[in-house]
């Protein structure tokens, strides 16, 4: 079954700080991994899409890395703000022939305390 | 621009009332999505359209139904409310890009009663 689980549920950190958080998943074949930033009460932002070949990518202090042989992926948070207190959801993209479909995990509820 | 603009904000319906929400996206995207997402549940894909005039079903498509009469719009509707339709409701775009990037709007937030 394909499946995209992530840990830890939530996290708390203090201002400053780094975090990682983690994405496993069971979506095979799969074209791109994506992390997304949702604030409270706010759509969904992308931060950063991978493909199976792609090892690591940045976006500022966000960076991404996935793993395609173990079938992980982390999202690494570096010198925290308050700002990035949100949920951080991470999407598979299915890809079976013409076929196109989104799994996305539950998110991991992260809050950055002054 | 715009990007991927939702209407409305928030509403309430009692049971078996009707209504409609709206996205309209100014970015020229041929493919539009409408998700709900519920506490403890990832993103859930009700329908989606692949261009103007074409829709079709996603994962939980019982209860809603949509339309797409122009590129950049595009309706969901429920004809009859209930209270397991209480949600937020998210609208997407994704562009024709290799990576195929995908645009929410603010949101919906429904309760029914």
């Known amino acids: 079954k394909n499946q995209v689980e992530q840990s830890p549920q939530s996290l708390i950190i203090l201002e400053g700080k780094n975090c990682t958080l983690q994405?496993?998943?069971?979506?095979?074949?799969?074209?791109?991994l994506r992390w997304y930033k949702q604030d409270t009460g706010r759509g969904p932002v992308s931060l950063t899409i991978?493909?199976?070949s792609e090892n690591t990518k940045s976006n500022g202090r966000y960076t991404a890395t996935l793993d395609a042989d173990t079938k992980q992926s982390s999202l690494h948070i570096t010198a925290s703000q308050l700002s990035d207190s949100a949920s951080y959801i991470c999407?598979?993209?299915?890809?079976?022939?013409?076929?196109?479909?989104?799994?996305w995990g539950l998110g991991t509820s992260l809050a950055v305390n002054p | 621009n715009a990007g991927v603009t939702q209407t409305p904000k928030f509403r309430v319906l009692k049971t078996g009332q009707s209504m409609t929400l709206l996205c309209a996206q100014d970015?020229?995207?041929?493919?539009m999505y409408w998700y709900r997402q519920d506490p403890g549940m990832g993103l859930r894909l009700i329908h989606y359209?692949?261009?103007?005039?074409?829709?079709a079903k996603g994962e939980v498509p019982d209860g809603y139904n949509v339309s797409r009469l122009k590129k950049q719009n595009f309706l969901l509707g429920l004809e009859s409310a209930a209270p397991s339709q209480t949600s937020v409701y998210f609208c997407?775009?994704?562009?024709?890009?290799?990576?195929?990037?995908?645009?929410f709007g603010p949101g919906t937030r429904l309760t029914v009663t």
């Open positions: 997407a775009t994704i562009d024709s890009g290799p990576q195929y990037e995908q645009y």
């Open positions: 970015m020229n995207h041929e493919y």
């Open positions: 359209s692949v261009g103007e005039g074409t829709t």
């Open positions: 994405c496993n998943y069971t979506v095979s074949p799969f074209s791109n």
């Open positions: 991978m493909t199976f």
């Open positions: 999407v598979v993209n299915h890809h079976a022939g013409n076929n196109r479909k989104l799994i």
